[in-house]
T-cell receptor, first 111, second 114 residues
């Protein structure tokens, strides 16, 4: 299995809602990442997990809360988001630091 | 932190011609330089990558060159085909045995016309 699977594919939420994005990989990769991508812009790194431990938080607001329950799963918990948080959220994984495999993303709209 | 500049922002080529995209980076500690292709509505996909101890790498119609002294790296696509139309992102960063941190360029929209 050479895929990174993200659910849901689309999500619409209000500013007071709580929701979670999920990511799963079965390639045995030990590093997992969350990226944010706005339309016509490059992916921007948010968080890096290595061996289920948070290695990097790129000064992301606390309304985004990552979680890595095990080596195959990565979640992003969302609470009290702002309309400017609307974007494509991409999960990625890698064995070591190279050759990131991206998931298809969750297109998030915050109303 | 790392800063990556990418040019041009758009590139139109005739089918069969070559396309060249150039990137510069700022952090001399960067040791890994991948290129990603993203079609509309799709995920970024790795098309080629190069490490800092290598000057050039080729994979069929795609090649990447790296000039560490000048902090430049480039993507070359030969014999372009309509399916090469996409946004291409360069990236620079450093890696450990366990994970890596990449900074992406702004992207180049490539349009190949038949």
């Amino acid at each position: 299995d050479t895929e990174v699977t993200q659910t849901p594919k689309h999500l619409v939420m209000g500013m007071t809602n709580k929701k979670s994005l999920k990511c799963e990989q079965h390639m045995g990769h030990r590093a997992m990442y969350w990226y944010k991508q706005k339309a016509k812009k490059p992916p921007e790194l948010m968080f890096v997990y290595s061996y289920e431990k948070l290695s990097i938080n790129e000064s992301v607001p606390s309304r985004f809360s990552p979680e890595c329950p095990n080596s195959s799963l990565l979640n992003l918990h969302l609470h009290a988001l702002q309309p400017e948080d609307s974007a494509l959220y991409l999960c990625a994984s890698s064995q070591g630091g190279e050759k990131l495999f991206f998931g298809s993303g969750t297109q998030l709209s915050v109303l | 932190g790392e800063n990556v500049e990418q040019h041009p922002s758009t590139l139109s080529v005739q089918e069969g011609d070559s396309a060249v995209i150039k990137c510069t980076y700022s952090d001399s500690a960067s040791n890994y330089f991948p290129w990603y292709k993203q079609e509309l509505g799709k995920r970024p996909q790795l098309i080629i990558d190069i490490r800092s101890n290598v000057g050039e790498k080729k994979d069929q119609r795609i090649a990447v060159t790296l000039n560490k002294t000048a902090k430049h790296f480039s993507l070359h696509i030969t014999e372009t085909q309509p399916e090469d139309s996409a946004v291409y992102f360069c990236a620079a960063g450093w890696t450990t045995d366990s994970w890596g941190k990449l900074q992406f360029g702004a992207g180049t929209q490539v349009v190949v016309t038949p």
